[in-house]
């Protein structure tokens, strides 16, 4: 059938894609890698004519020395043009290289101006997906329970404190009993009953009479 519809030709490749257009940022390092070439050509020139300077130097020293002063004259223009190219030169290279570091500048400045853009958007993103009132809600709920914490601590500490008093004013209590008792020549708890049972039962002793002792007693410990 190919003879009734012909042949066919066959499909065309697609274009390729069109290159992504250079960022600023490309451009910069693309022209500064151009001016960093142009500096290190330059300076390969300078390093040649220096070298040049020198046989010229030393060719006009010879020939001075031989008498032929029209040629030193001729050496010595040559050596002044040599020179004056050196100069200019080094001129070239540090303009390049002051250039040089104004794309560095700019291209610093572009990055932090992405960069700060790039804060921005996740800022606004941030403050759009940001729930004040819910916010504001548990801000509410953190103050009502860092109070409700501080005043159950004062609650506590008020009660160590009471116990702790108590505890004091009872080991102050025993102090004093004890103090007493030493003076008496008795110990609590064990020679009460020796003591007891030496003078006979709490019914056969005389009240008055070891109630008016330990008064006295008590008297004179506190003079």
Known sequence: MSWLFGKREPLAPPPPPAPAPETLGQQIKRNQRSIDKACRELERERLKMEAQEQKVKVQIKKTAREGQIEAARMLAR???RTRSHITRMY????????????????RTNES??????NVVQIMARINQNMNLPAMQNVMMQFEMEHGKMEMTQEMVDDAMGDVLSGADEEAQTDDVINQVLDELGLEQGSKLGAVAAAHGTPAQMNP????????????NLRR
Not at 91 to 106: E, I
Not at 112 to 117: F, N, P
Not at 212 to 218: C, D
């Open 112 to 117: 932090m101006a992405s960069a700060m853009g």
């Open 208 to 219: 008055a009479v070891n109630d008016s002792a330990i008064e006295a007693r008590m008297e």
């Open 91 to 106: 001129k070239m290279r540090t303009q390049m290289q002051s250039v040089s570091m104004q794309l560095t500048s700019m």
């Open 78 to 80: 040559d050596l002044v």
